[in-house]
């Protein structure tokens, strides 16, 4: 599927789309504002008081879609301490669909009602992130077209990349936050492998974040294990 992107005429919608790569995978960009398959709130206190003592954090996200995910971190770490956020940021994302890149660089996204309602029973005042363009964007179903505003943006950094390239070539200091929720699993054959490597790459104390469809992997947790991550709360993994 050719995804093509006009601003105010979107093709392409955050939870209902696929691509499909060169070698016949598909890949969906299902996604939503504050997935339930992380405690965000519990995860972010975690990752705050972990590395109170880092002068800076390396957040790395795999599977950028349209930039939702970047954009709750971001959130969530702002909404809980605002000073202390900032060594989080920028954000690294990197999807390997250049399309989804430009399309979440553009910083346009769609907010569902299900969004809305989620972040308003979390006290976010969401609309100070967000925007509606001057022109009135054409409305897809029930979803509303906003711009994401600087504070959001200048606090991610987009890029195209492969995981399984860039996984390698980490540099930590024990300081390494790898996100990569609902990607792997695409990938089951390969998950073994990745983690392996990832257990090279990373120092003690650094995170490693799966999702939902990672989850339902019965033997994740075993491999974890094998390659000395100690399970901290749903989803989240810490490098011994």
């Known amino acids: 599927m050719k995804i093509s992107f006009n601003p105010y005429q979107p093709q392409f919608k955050s939870s209902s789309s696929f691509y499909t790569t060169e070698t016949g995978k598909e890949i969906g960009t299902f996604t939503w504002f504050f997935r339930n398959d992380l405690p965000w709130e519990s995860f972010t206190k975690y990752q705050l008081e972990h ?3 880092k002068e800076n954090v390396n957040i790395i996200q795999f599977g ?3 930039g ?5 971190y971001i959130i969530s770490l ?3 301490s605002p000073e202390e956020a900032e060594k989080f940021f920028p954000i690294k994302s990197y999807d390997i669909k250049d399309t989804m890149v430009k399309i979440a660089k553009n910083g346009y996204i769609h907010i569902y009602p299900g969004d809305e309602i989620q972040m308003d029973s979390k006290g976010i005042g969401w609309k100070k992130y967000f925007k509606r363009p001057e022109i009135e964007p054409r409305q897809y179903y ?15 950094d987009f890029m195209q990349g492969d995981m399984f390239e860039l996984l390698p070539k980490i540099q ?3 300081n390494t936050i790898i996100m990569c929720r609902n990607c792997l699993g695409y990938f089951p054959e390969k998950i073994e492998q990745f983690i392996q490597t990832a257990a090279q ?3 003690k104390d650094s995170l490693f974040v799966i999702g939902l469809l990672e989850q339902d992997e019965a033997f994740l947790e075993d491999v ?7 399970k901290v709360m749903q989803n989240v993994f810490k490098k011994l």
């Open 51 to 53: 590395f109170k003592n």
């Open 64 to 66: 950028a879609s349209d």
């Open 68 to 72: 939702t995910e970047a954009y709750t």
């Open 78 to 80: 702002i909404e809980h």
């Open 142 to 156: 029930t979803t509303a077209l906003y711009s994401a505003k600087p504070k959001l943006k200048n606090r991610v």
């Open 172 to 174: 930590d200091n024990s």
């Open 201 to 203: 790459v990373l120092k």
């Open 224 to 230: 974890f294990r094998k390659n000395n991550f100690q």
